[in-house]
């Protein structure tokens, strides 16, 4: 299988433990109605009692196991796992052996007939709610019937039935098979939509051409990032860049040289900005726009200058030709609060891009609360 395999695993064993939780109660109302309808406690009152013990012992214990299995977490997930399967197996075994003793049983036809429509429906619902692991589903059915079957065929018992329920059991093996691969390939299939849908997603949020996130992304983040901040009375930090004379470079070079410096850009963005809560976003043609949660504005302007300073130095080869150039960041620094809107913390980052274009280019300018501008 492609898929992730302790994932799967994990999504298996919930779905066994679903699939035959209902067939407990079964289990327990079936072996009051064997014992009671052949009038088996009458006779064989020490059978009959140790059969509806041993059946009650191991549902109650399976009931109680998959209630206890839910708080004990992952920890334990593969101790959990064998004490589902081996009570399985258990339970199968004690209505095999028990089936396999009334069959030895001289002139009690009621219960015979009675115990072996009760198992063969018994292993045909087991198999099947066990198929999503192909190997207990057949173990299951093995321990349900072959000890009445090989107890037959030693004793010339009804060698009839007991060829009857052997085909039975192949016939369910080959239930088994067909229905894992089913379930296995409906799994995997699941699995590979929910990973499309995943990577849909990713590139709704990604900027085609340079790979970093969007501006629609950058929106439904920074109003996220805006409440979380404004409860935690935090400080967030947004800084607006735009790539000096741009247009210079795609009247020069060409609309694909620019496109390369774009990239080149984002790839120098994303390795100064690369903490966790950093969201860096292409916000339209040349500007770009980063996110920094818990950044004051003396840190965001140092990184600011760091980025200035890697773009400044950035000369990429284009054709033959040496293209670079330079760029502008404009801070903003706050801790949200009910009288600031979040329209404004960009449009303060906006004031300060346009301050440090106007003081020269290639410079850092810091939004402050009297509407003016420090530039570096």
Known sequence: MTFERHKTNKRVVQDLKSRSTFGIIFYILLSLIVVAAANLHERHLFFSISFLLSIWGICSFRLIHLAVSKK???RYETLNKNIFFASVIATGLIWGLTYALIMLQKQEYNAQMLMTVCICGLCAGG???FIPSRWLSI???LSI?????MTMLVNSINIPLALMVTLFSIYM???AYRGNREYWDALENEYLLEIKSLEMARLSNTDVLTGIYNRRYFDKEFESEWKRSGRGNSMLSVILLDIDHFKRINDTFGHQAG???????AETLTSVFKRDSDIVARYGGEEFIVLLPGINADHARQLAEEVRYKIKAMIIDYQGNKVGTTISSGIICCAPNLNTRPDSIISG???ALYMAKQGGRDRVAVFTSTHKSNDT
Not at 145 to 149: E, F, G, S, Y
Not at 259 to 265: I, P, R
């Open 72 to 74: 004990m977490g992952d």
């Open 127 to 129: 198999v099947v709610a």
């Open 139 to 141: 173990l299951f059915n």
């Open 145 to 149: 019937l072959m000890p009445a079957i």
């Open 173 to 175: 093996v080959l239930i």
């Open 259 to 265: 496109d390369e410096y774009l990239k080149k850009t």
């Open 349 to 351: 980052a906006d004031q």
